[in-house]
């Protein structure tokens, strides 16, 4: 059993079984005329899930975003996240359905870097 000790009570819960998981791994694409959507993760696993990691872009001819959605498709992120060619960042989400990077249509070329996820979910 887990416990939480606090000044007022000590109470006790049910410990839970937990699967951490990493990927890692390169992405590109290329824009020729039209946005190119690369997904980076899809959660197939459950709803309850943690994501912890970092988009890293090596090279492309211009800014690129970096969106969670949601199981419905929505951005779960206020915003989307802008990434400038040569950086990266770093994220910890949850409840995400989808991990996408949108390049743009108005820079044409090629889009190349690395992502990485370290996922956390309960079992069942």
Do not use: H
């Not at 980076?40 to 090279?59: E, K, P």
């Not at 951005?75 to 802008?82: F, K, L």
């Not at 359905?97 to 090629?110: D, F, H, N, R």
């Amino acid at each position: 059993m887990a416990c939480n000790n606090t000044a007022i009570a000590l109470t006790c819960c049910a410990d839970k079984d937990y699967v951490q998981d990493k990927v890692c791994t390169p992405w590109s694409g290329t824009v020729v005329a039209a946005d190119v959507l690369v997904v980076t993760f899809t959660n197939n696993i459950n709803q309850n899930i943690v994501g912890t990691g970092y988009l890293q872009y090596d090279i492309g001819p211009d800014d690129i975003t970096f969106n969670f959605l949601d199981s419905t498709g929505n951005p779960i992120n206020p915003a989307p996240i802008t990434v400038a060619p040569g950086t990266s960042i770093a994220f910890t989400y949850r409840r995400f359905s989808v991990i996408q990077i949108t390049l743009p249509a108005a820079s044409a070329g090629t889009y190349q870097g690395e992502f990485c996820i370290t996922t956390r979910y309960p079992v069942q």
